[in-house]
T-cell receptor, first 113, second 114 residues
Framework: NAGVTQTPKFRVLKTGQSMTLLCAQD?????MYWYRQDPGMGLRLIHY???????AKGEVPDGYNVSRLKKQNFLLGLESAAPSQTSVYFC????????????FGPGTRLTVL | AQSVAQPEDQVNVAEGNPLTVKCTYS??????LFWYVQYPNRGLQFLLK??????LVKGSYGFEAEFNKSQTSFHLKKPSALVSDSALYFC????????????FGGGTRLMVKP
């Protein structure tokens, strides 16, 4: 049982390049989330999904797109990377219902030059 | 809108002493409150949560938290700190009226010195 995994662990992009971050969970969770973590700002929700085929905007969605084609996978895309998107990105999943805790992946450290 | 405040960027405590990491929140309805811990270069790990019931919640690794509705606080506590407790701690709140949004505080770095 691997829990929540993220690919890649590290990435360096040039401004304007695109990339996709992959999150996978093997716990059959309904809900999945993408956060970014910046120093002193905690975690901020980018997008989330309440089930296969559904997505919704979080607190800071601009510049990102997501897809949930399969229940176990949640992809985060950057179409044209900007230096302001330099951050650590965390994926999380939960069984659903608002009082369930979330399970986090190990993170992806992204640097945009 | 819901919000969480962790007023201390860093808390320093000697090993064996009690520790407290502070958290206050603001929600429009009844809150669901969580504490997570993050070790270096790792994702967040769940410690404990308050949903309803007893105001004192016990969690992993000997941690506990006290829910105080009148002070809108949910402080994390441990009777005797360990050096291995040194990490970044996040408080989070979910308002049932805010759907699936979990709002995190800015984090508090706990340093436990031998």
């Amino acid at each position: 049982n691997a829990g929540v995994t993220q690919t890649p662990k590290f990435r360096v992009l040039k401004t304007g390049q695109s990339m996709t971050l992959l999150c996978a969970q093997d716990m059959n969770h309904e809900y999945m989330y993408w956060y970014r973590q910046d120093p002193g700002m905690g975690l901020r929700l980018i997008h989330y999904s309440v089930g296969e085929g559904t997505t919704a905007k979080g607190e800071v969605p601009d510049g990102y797109n997501v897809s949930r084609l399969k229940k176990q996978n949640f992809l985060l895309g950057l179409e044209s990377a900007a230096p302001s998107q330099t951050s650590v990105y965390f994926c999380a999943s939960s069984p659903g219902l608002v009082f369930n805790e979330q399970f986090f992946g190990p993170g992806t450290r992204l640097t945009v030059l | 809108a819901q919000s969480v405040a962790q007023p201390e960027d860093q808390v320093n405590v000697a090993e064996g002493n009690p520790l407290t990491v502070k958290c206050t929140y603001s929600v429009s309805g009844n809150p669901y409150l969580f504490w997570y811990v993050q070790y270096p270069n790792r994702g967040l790990q769940f410690l404990l949560k308050y949903i309803t019931g007893d105001n004192l919640v016990k969690g992993s690794y000997g941690f506990e938290a006290e829910f105080n509705k009148s002070q809108t606080s949910f402080h994390l506590k441990k009777p005797s700190a360990l050096v291995s407790d040194s990490a970044l701690y996040f408080c989070a709140v979910r308002d049932i009226g805010a759907g699936n949004m979990l709002t995190f505080g800015g984090g508090t770095r706990l340093m436990v010195k031998p």
